[in-house]
């Protein structure tokens, strides 16, 4: 598969190519040139596929022969090793637990597919590769965790120190050891992100260092993201024996790469009504979808803090699908957004009457579909992208009562951190990747 750039400045690039650049150099975002249709059998026996199965089916379209089946086959069946369970939580509506991974949030399975390939490619080329990566929290422990072993490749995380990242997010990005190194910055995440820009644009270091980044806006992040709803849509199946009514996916949405992943499976031909582009008061792309003026601005914090976005990336991505057209945009997406107090109320709500814990995130989600069932006859699937204990003190303070935390991620807390601190000066991180 050939992929090119939304910026159409730069020549098109392979699956390799893409994946290592992550951005294209003229700063659009890549996408694959054609969109693969899968066999009408595929969609007949989702029921009965399982989600490697799934995932080899989609992935290889996408990878073509760069990657041999048979290791693209053990690349899926690694990254895939965990549970995705559909809940229904009420009549017509169905949580997506995406959080059942290494992490307990979503972005595991981006990040172990980003990590395999590159390892894949370094370990045919027999490269060692550098990955740098500055997090502000949930990002960097995906990337560390889904990068953890991985053969040929080394990572160096850069957070900010000094109780800027939460402890629970610190104990995961500190612990792991082996081939992850966590820096300990005295600054701030800005400082992190600047001294990880200047590496990138230091010529005289990667010439003697094979550097890459490991950017949520890369293609390998997105594709297997696309997996969750050909799976979803299997489940229902074989919950509801037959589909009765219009299937709707409600998406907690920050970046918006789990929602484009989501319009990926729809041209890919499943059978999708609508996509709910569900947001926090950053609501930049609901606001877009009903003014048709996509105006970028200074996020905002809130308690579904990995959806304080105020310029949504994979915006570009969306665009170029619909050719800049707003009208058809609506076609396939409704936007909703919803405050702090809301999200809390919800939770709330849910959790006293039906028995079932949401996090903050999940929480929009499933606003964001009861909005639209009110007005359209629909099944609907909310993706439930964190583990209702990764945001404890939220979670506890709206339903006011503890709750456990789940043993692995208990377990993390136990463990002593292991962090080099630095001042936030780049020489210094310049210095320290020249001596390892
Ligand atoms: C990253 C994240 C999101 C937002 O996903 P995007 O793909 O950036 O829209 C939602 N919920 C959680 C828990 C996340 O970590």
């Not at 595929?42 to 399982?50: I, T, W």
Request: glycine share 8%; hydrophobic share 40%.
């Amino acid at each position: 598969m050939q992929y090119y750039s939304t910026n159409r400045q730069v020549k098109q690039a392979n699956f390799r190519e893409a994946i290592f650049k992550g951005l294209p150099a003229d700063n659009g975002l890549f996408l694959p040139i054609n969109i693969p249709q899968l066999p009408s059998s595929f969609f007949e026996n989702l029921s009965s596929l399982s989600l490697p199965e799934i995932g080899l089916a989609v992935a290889k379209e996408f990878v073509g022969e760069e990657i041999p089946l048979d290791d693209l086959k053990k690349i899926i069946s690694e990254v895939l090793n965990f549970e995705i369970p559909l809940r229904e939580v009420e009549n017509n509506v169905f949580s997506l637990e995406l959080y059942h991974g290494p992490t307990f949030a979503f972005k595991d399975v981006g990040a172990r597919f980003l990590a395999r390939c590159l390892s894949y490619f370094v370990t045919q080329s027999k490269e060692q590769l550098t990955i740098l990566v500055a997090t502000s929290g949930d990002t960097g422990s995906a990337v560390a965790n889904g990068f953890y072993n991985v053969p040929g490749i080394e990572v160096i995380l850069l957070y900010p120190g000094g109780g800027k990242v939460s402890k629970i997010q610190e104990q995961q990005l500190t612990t792991l050891g082996g081939n992850i190194t966590a820096l300990e910055i005295n600054g701030t995440f800005d400082d992190c992100q600047r001294m990880v820009k200047e590496a990138f644009l230091d010529s005289e270091l990667r010439g003697k260092k094979n550097l890459t980044s490991a950017n949520s806006i890369n293609i390998a992040r997105l594709i297997p993201q696309s997996f969750y709803y050909f799976h979803a849509f299997g489940l229902l199946q074989k919950n509801k024996n037959s589909i009765d009514k219009p299937v709707v996916f409600s998406v907690p949405s920050g970046n918006y790469g789990n929602l484009s992943a989501g319009l990926l499976a729809k041209k890919m031909g499943l059978g999708v009504d609508h996509i709910v582009a569900a947001s926090n008061i950053n609501k930049v792309v609901p606001d877009y979808l009903s003014s048709g003026v996509f105006d970028p601005r200074p996020s905002v914090m809130t308690i579904s803090n990995a959806m304080d976005v105020g310029d949504p990336s994979n915006f570009a991505r969306m665009n170029d699908w619909y050719q800049g057209s707003l009208e058809e945009m609506q076609k396939d997406i409704a936007g909703y957004w919803y405050n702090d107090e809301q999200t809390k109320a919800a939770l709330l709500k849910i959790y006293k009457e039906k028995q079932y814990l949401m996090d903050p995130h999940g929480a929009i989600g499933y606003l964001g579909l009861k909005a639209y069932q009110k007005i359209n006859e629909a099944t609907g699937i909310f993706l439930e992208t964190a583990h209702p204990a990764k945001f404890i003190d939220v979670v506890e303070e709206a339903i006011d009562e503890k709750i456990e935390i789940p043993a692995s991620l208990a377990a993390c807390l136990e463990q002593s951190k292991v962090a080099i601190e630095m001042e936030p000066d780049y020489e210094k991180l310049k210095e320290f990747l020249l001596s390892k």
